[in-house]
């Protein structure tokens, strides 16, 4: 079983940070370098929006433009931890994050990504 957990979100003010991990263990323990990470979001009537990704390695990420530049994707392979720090977070960062794990690339569709973490909720206060 592959298990991601998601977690370090919260309330915050607007241009505050928070840093969110995801942790993997079961089948994804073993193989955890081997595999791009994502971290998406989504808030209540809106679809699932990509907004970043790091490669297995760690050598290569990519961001969407509507974070870019404010939000910054790592991994820790010896904990089996990705993370995504949030900077100058706005009202419009309010949703749930998730991280999933890909096969293969470094792709930005949910529908490339099997395995996906719980979520968590994260508010930013005007």
């Known amino acids: 079983q592959v298990q991601l957990v998601e977690s370090g979100g919260g309330l915050v003010q607007a241009g505050g940070s928070l840093r969110l991990s995801c942790a993997a263990s079961g089948r994804t323990f073993s193989s955890f370098s081997s595999y791009t990470m994502g971290w998406f979001r989504q808030a209540p009537g809106k679809e699932r929006e990509f907004l970043a990704a790091?490669?297995?390695?760690?050598?290569?990420?990519y961001y969407a433009d509507s974070v870019k530049g404010r939000f910054t994707i790592s991994r820790d392979s010896a904990k089996y931890t990705v993370y995504l720090q949030k900077d100058n977070l706005k009202p419009e960062d309010t949703a749930d994050y998730y991280c999933?794990?890909?096969?293969?690339?470094?792709?930005?569709?949910?529908?490339?990504?099997?395995?996906w973490g719980q979520g968590t909720q994260v508010t930013v206060s005007s």
């Open positions: 790091i490669t297995g390695s760690g050598s290569s990420t």
């Open positions: 999933a794990r890909a096969l293969q690339g470094i792709p930005t569709s949910p529908s490339r990504y099997p395995y």
